[in-house]
């Protein structure tokens, strides 16, 4: 099981992601358990004030470290120290735009954990006291900015959680979703959908058949499993090829996939 705590100054923010789909099945299961911090909470003034202006000037309001810290002393981490040396099983991740690129592979690494801390950043961010004094790690979800972390949060919580072994009804499918690594298809075994290699996904296709003069292609309703594996394959190739092409330099390719790259770049 793993143990999410969310640092927010919107407690109310996670009643609607938290409560559907993966994420509720996840938690319905004891496969993660959820704890929503409202930072308000931690602070000492009567106005409960969680952020002030940076020193040197600047626009914007900065999240001030007391509240901060305060909200994750009681709960007993390891300190900073020995959390970058993998001690405790256990991470303190701030989200910022600043942050490392979350990815399928960062998910897969904090689905092996047994606690985690997401902290939401807001405004302009953090005092920079919170990234090198208490997180491990800074974490963005994509190269543009929000106003604050929370959906940042939401999406790493359902990517993370299902990883976790029964908390998606069919786990195979979870191994051949796009930007899954894996080995190349050659040596993946006689599975008609193989695994994505760290590829877009496949296009899919279901019932009716024809669909607005939009027809099936015809190598899916052969029942030729081979046959299907490649062309799945190679499709898979062609939209990374399109949409995503930077994806082509970490993928587990076999020798088939860069014939057939070479020929679909060849016109």
């Known amino acids: 099981m793993i143990f999410f705590h969310i ?7 996670f009643r609607g992601p938290l409560d559907y789909g993966i994420t509720r099945r996840a938690a319905e299961m004891g ?14 003034d009567r106005h409960r004030t969680v952020d002030d202006r940076p020193f040197g000037g600047g626009e914007g309001m900065v999240l001030k470290p007391e509240p901060i810290f305060e909200c994750l002393e009681p709960l007993g981490l390891r300190v900073r120290d020995e959390r970058l040396r993998g001690i405790g099983n256990e991470s303190v991740v701030v989200l910022s735009a600043q942050g490392q690129r979350f990815t399928q592979q960062v998910a897969s690494e904090l689905s092996a954990l047994d606690r985690i801390v997401l902290i939401c950043g807001r405004y302009e961010g953090v005092d920079e006291r919170v990234v090198e004094g208490l997180a491990d790690r800074e974490l963005s979800i994509g190269d543009y900015v929000l106003s604050g972390g929370e959906l940042g949060a939401a999406v ?8 976790l072994p029964g908390a998606v009804g069919n786990e195979a499918s979870a191994r051949q979703e796009s930007f899954t690594a894996s080995e190349a298809p050659e040596n993946a075994g006689p599975d008609s959908t193989c ?12 019932r009716p058949a024809e669909f607005r003069g939009m027809a099936v292609p015809e190598v899916l309703l052969n029942g030729n499993h081979e046959q299907i594996r490649r062309w799945r394959r190679e499709q898979a190739l062609k939209k990374t090829l399109r949409n995503r092409p930077d994806l082509l330099e970490g993928a587990a390719l076999g020798e088939q996939d860069h ?7 060849s016109g």
């Open 7 to 13: 640092v927010t100054i919107f407690p109310d923010f």
């Open 31 to 44: 496969l993660v358990k959820i704890a929503v911090h409202d930072l308000r909470n931690f602070t000492r």
């Open 156 to 163: 790493i919580v359902e990517a993370v959680a299902r990883l």
């Open 195 to 206: 695994g994505s290699g760290g590829l877009l996904d496949y296009p899919h296709y279901t």
């Open 259 to 265: 014939e057939i790259l070479k020929r679909i770049r």
